[in-house]
C-alpha cells in the first residue's frame, strides 16, 4: 500500500517569512495530492490540490509542486501570517480509489 | 459550496450507552462517505468508507459491530458507537466524496468529540 511520509513535523517562522512543507510517498500510481489545514478543534479544510499531470499549482501565497521522478511533492506558503498557524496534512490518492493516505502532520506556528 | 455538517459537535455519554454522529453533505450530492478518528497531535485514521445503499467497507482492526455505519441517502451517513467505552474517547470526523464534481476531492465535516465517562 501507499505510505506517505511528511517532514517537518513542527514549524515555526516569523510573520511575513515563508514556509515549505515536505511530503514524500511511496506508491508511483498515486496521481492526487491534496494539502489539508486544520484548525485547533476543527475539521480539516481542504487548502490546495494537485494531479500529477501537472508540475505546480498556486493560488495566492499557497502554492504546491510535484516531482513524479523523485515521488515527492511540497506546500510552499510566502508572507505567512499568524492565521495561517494550524496543521496541515498532505495526502496521497489514486483517482479512482477512495482511499487518501494521510501524512503524519505539520505544526505551523506562525510569530508575529 | 461543498460543505459538510456533523451532529453533533461534542457529545458526554456514559460508559455502555450508544451514541450516533450524523454527517451530512449540505449542497452537494455525496456517493461517498468516511469515517476517521483522530487521537491528541496525531493523523487521520480511517475508519470505513461507505457507499450510499451498500454496507461500509471497515478498515483492517476496527470493529464493525461497534462502529455502525449507516448511509442511508446521497447526503446522510450515520456513526453509532455502541456500548461505548471511555477507549472509545475521541475526535471523529467524516468526510464527503462529491459525484459528479472533483470525485478525488474529500470534503470533511468539523467533526465530533465524543467522551465517555
Known amino acids: 500500500g501507499e505510505n506517505v511520509e511528511q517532514h517537518p513535523s513542527t514549524l515555526s517562522v516569523q510573520e511575513g517569512d515563508s514556509a515549505v512543507i515536505k511530503c514524500t510517498y511511496s506508491?508511483?500510481?498515486?496521481?492526487?495530492f491534496p494539502w489539508y489545514k486544520q484548525e485547533l478543534g476543527k475539521g480539516p479544510q481542504l487548502i490546495i490540490d494537485?494531479?500529477?499531470?501537472?508540475g505546480e499549482k498556486k493560488d495566492q501565497r499557497i502554492a504546491v509542486t510535484l516531482n513524479k521522478t523523485a515521488k515527492h511533492f511540497s506546500l510552499h506558503i510566502t508572507e505567512t501570517q499568524p492565521e495561517d498557524s494550524a496543521v496541515y496534512f498532505c495526502?496521497?490518492?489514486?483517482?479512482?480509489?477512495?482511499?487518501?493516505?494521510f501524512g503524519s502532520g505539520t505544526k505551523l506556528n506562525v510569530k508575529p | 459550496g461543498a460543505v459538510v455538517s456533523q451532529h453533533p459537535s461534542w457529545v458526554i455519554c456514559k460508559s455502555g450507552t450508544s451514541v450516533k454522529i450524523e454527517c451530512r453533505s449540505l449542497?452537494?450530492?455525496?456517493?461517498?462517505m468516511f469515517w476517521y478518528r483522530q487521537f491528541p497531535k496525531q493523523s487521520l485514521m480511517l475508519m470505513a468508507t461507505?457507499?450510499?445503499?451498500?454496507?461500509?467497507?471497515?478498515e483492517q482492526g476496527v470493529e464493525k459491530d461497534k462502529f455502525l455505519i449507516n448511509h442511508a441517502s446521497l447526503t446522510l451517513s450515520t456513526l453509532t458507537v455502541t456500548s461505548a467505552h471511555p477507549e472509545d474517547s475521541s475526535f471523529y470526523i467524516c468526510?464527503?466524496?462529491?459525484?459528479?464534481?472533483?470525485?478525488?476531492?474529500?470534503?470533511f465535516g468539523p467533526g465530533t468529540r465524543l467522551l465517555v465517562l
Open positions: 468526510s464527503a466524496r462529491a459525484s459528479g464534481r472533483g470525485l478525488e476531492t474529500q470534503y
Open positions: 494537485i494531479r500529477s499531470n501537472v
Open positions: 461507505s457507499n450510499e445503499g451498500s454496507k461500509a467497507t471497515y
Open positions: 495526502a496521497a490518492s489514486r483517482y479512482n480509489f477512495n482511499k487518501f493516505y
Open positions: 506508491d508511483s500510481a498515486s496521481n492526487y
Open positions: 449542497d452537494f450530492q455525496a456517493t461517498t
